[in-house]
């Protein structure tokens, strides 16, 4: 097996139709720093110049999703990887990735049809303190974990497996086993880098490309902070606070104004390096608020 791969999810492209309700609920409720730059879009959560890119679209779901590798060599590498694997791919004109603030990238997709972008030499702005949209007690955790993780549609649970196995490079298995109304799932969680896990997928079907954008923080009282906010502002939970048992996340979920979901948490651990699953999915808490995970009546999947 190749040791090819990517090393974090660096950014995202997000679609959205409702500007600003964006701009409010990722200022105010997540405290991330919007961005406005002739035009463009995005949101910081550190130094990066952003960590979500926006463009305004009735899709309201994600768009792309962008992973890094370290460097030239390494970029060179997995283009030649790419065609051994036959994945057919595009790499970026020297314009498209100034516009990207990235000095390469290429794209291609995953079997769900999600874009998918490996990029190396992000611009980071280090010049100009992260300024969070509202107080925060601490910041968010990025750094070698990349932006957080994503929960994403499947095209097929082995086929998915596969593409971020073989061709993206991540590890990763099972890591809980459960039944719901009868059907049994076994959502897979991958890893690329310290962060537990950076996609998760087959948690059944899903409405949008996106289940949910976890991103973490390094004090728990912006857990409760943002907990607060969301319950004082409308903004709809998915799932109460609690504790996962596969990445030790104190985390809560709600929903954002596109439809999908962000997990706000706190207290993350590095991946195991050798699999293990449970039966549960948590050590405590995350009570489902919603009438089910994706907030629509008959597709009950916890996770
Ligand atoms: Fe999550």
């Avoid at 792309?64 to 970029?75: C, I």
């Avoid at 998918?116 to 107080?135: A, Q, S, T």
């Avoid at 897979?188 to 310290?194: A, D, V, Y």
């Avoid at 949008?208 to 009282?221: F, G, T």
């Amino acid at each position: 097996m190749t040791n090819i791969g990517v090393t974090e999810l660096g950014y995202l492209g997000i679609g959205i139709r409702d500007l600003d309700a964006w701009r409010f609920y990722a200022s105010e409720i997540l405290g991330m720093e919007w961005g406005d730059s002739n035009g463009e879009l995005s949101l910081r959560m550190d130094y990066w110049h952003h960590r979500i890119l926006i463009e305004q679209s009735d899709e309201d779901d994600v768009l792309f999703a962008g992973y890094r590798v370290a460097g030239p060599e390494e970029f060179r590498m997995m283009q030649h990887h790419l065609e051994e694997c036959g994945v057919p791919f595009k790499v970026a004109s020297p314009a498209e990735s100034e516009k990207r603030c990235v000095l390469e990238f290429l794209r291609l997709s995953d079997p769900a049809g999600l874009s998918i972008e490996i990029f190396h030499g992000p611009l980071v702005d280090r010049h100009k303190p992260y300024r969070p949209g509202r107080g925060m007690h601490g910041r968010f955790v990025t750094g070698s974990g990349g932006l957080g993780h994503i929960v994403i549609r499947d095209g097929g649970v082995e086929e998915t497996y596969r593409f971020y196995r073989q061709v993206l490079g991540m590890r990763g298995t099972v890591e809980v086993r459960f039944e719901m109304g009868g059907v049994r799932r076994e959502p897979i969680f991958m890893h690329c880098c310290e962060r537990d896990h950076t996609i998760g997928f087959g948690v059944g079907p899903l409405p949008k490309r996106i289940h949910h954008l976890m991103v973490e923080v390094d004090n728990l009282d912006d857990v409760g902070l943002a907990y607060d906010l969301a319950r004082r502002n409308g903004v709809p939970v998915l799932m109460a606070p609690g504790r996962h048992a596969n990445d030790s996340m104190f985390s809560f979920y709600m929903q954002t104004p596109s439809g999908w979901f962000c997990e706000y948490g706190y207290g993350g651990a590095p991946p195991n390096h050798q699999s293990e699953y449970n039966l549960v999915g948590d050590i405590w808490g995350h009570e489902m608020v919603a009438t089910s995970y994706t907030g629509e009546v008959g597709r009950e999947t916890p996770g």
